[in-house]
């Protein structure tokens, strides 16, 4: 079974600090179910345009079943 990876964003970047905090405290956003698949593509697309978070993701890559 091939394993699939996962390259995490930095915690400190200010713009995953905001994406974060926004989502944490909206009732919407938790209740809709689909709250994985927006993080999944914020972090898509924020990993493309952030160079800190792509220095981060790569030196702590993370391998996940």
């Known amino acids: 079974m091939p394993f699939r990876y996962h390259s995490p964003l ?12 926004m989502h944490e405290d909206d009732p919407i956003s938790q209740m809709c ?3 994985g ?3 999944e593509a914020f972090e898509r697309s924020h990993r493309q345009n952030c160079g800190r978070c792509l220095k981060y993701g790569v030196s702590n890559i993370e391998v996940v079943d």
């Open 10 to 21: 930095d915690p400190g970047c200010p713009e995953v600090l905001e994406f974060h905090s």
């Open 33 to 35: 179910g689909c709250i």
């Open 37 to 39: 698949e927006i993080i």
